[in-house]
């Protein structure tokens, strides 16, 4: 998507260790207008695939998922990495590392919320190594859900996430990929 | 707002101890059009602030600040609860105590994006005793930003949050108002 790669473009930050920084626009101050262009370009390519519900991590994958949410008009669940004490006793829970913390984090969804029959869309701002969208799948299958596809903002093709998450034979759509991130140079895939 | 009241009268549930769990439409699922209603009643109200930024507070802030932002076309920023590694060192950081978590959080925000000049608008989910809110007060005064106004979705009069807020002398709106929460009854303000 144009618009995104052109802010990436202006604003990302190479910080090493194949991290970008787009805290700007997407991970600390989020720019509503790209979220929304973002989220009814998902719509857009989604639009087919019978989603139910929409399935995403807090905390940045929240502004992604809920404009998608609204373009498609469906309920957006984000799994929570704490119990708050709203939450039943009994839940999914499954744990994935976390790019950005450098630990291993639980991801929490509550059985009120996602149940068999339906099928799931996961939206997340980044797609590097899949474990935490692998995550995500764990709880949908676990709650019986079924999953119908994968979007990301930006994929980082050099994590090989793609290749993880290929054998789940659903959609996956990235709108910006990045192939490599060296000498403070960010390499876009063509499209 | 009636179709927040609504929603909570059908979907609300009282767990004790002036908890009110809200978890199917704003703070585990989201009802993204629910929110986007609420952004732009926000926007409505805080039309003539001059707000030049939203702020709220991760995670359940997000949904409700993010829609505001979209209605007023303005940037919104999080802060964090945690550090993530693509913050720089020198960050405002403050504390406040987490209702739903029983414990005390750091709210942090980087410089990058609140710095003084700014007109702040807060908004979030809850105002219960008002520490939330407090909090991210602190951090926009840390960076010499002015506040113009508070908005949440939810205010539990009885928590006593308004009187702590009102020496900021700006502007506090809340969506819905709830008087009391006894015996399985949601007790609203007249509006």
Do not use: W
Not at 67 to 79: D, E, F, K, S
Not at 90 to 110: F, W
């Amino acid at each position: 998507m144009q618009a995104l790669k052109e802010r990436i473009q202006r604003e990302g930050t190479i910080l090493g260790n194949g991290i970008l920084k787009v805290d700007g626009f997407i991970n600390h101050q989020v720019d509503p207008e790209l979220m929304d262009e973002c989220g009814a370009e998902f719509a857009r390519r989604f639009a087919n695939v019978g989603a139910t519900r929409i399935l995403t991590a807090e905390i940045s994958g929240i502004a992604p998922a809920l404009m998608t949410a609204r373009h498609m008009g469906l309920p957006v669940v984000y799994a929570r990495k704490s119990k708050p004490i709203t939450m039943p006793d009994q839940v999914y829970l499954t744990i994935a590392p976390s790019h950005t913390k450098g630990r291993m984090v639980e991801l929490i969804v509550s059985p009120e919320y996602l149940g068999s029959g339906e099928k799931v869309l996961v939206i997340d701002d980044f797609l590097a190594t899949g474990a935490t969208i692998l995550g995500l799948v764990r709880l949908a299958h676990a709650a019986g859900a079924e999953l119908v596809g994968i979007g990301t903002l930006i994929e980082k093709t050099f994590e090989g996430g793609r290749d993880v998450l290929r054998p789940l034979e659903v959609p996956i759509e990235s709108l910006v990929r990045i192939t490599a991130l060296d000498a403070g140079h960010i390499e876009f895939a063509a499209d």
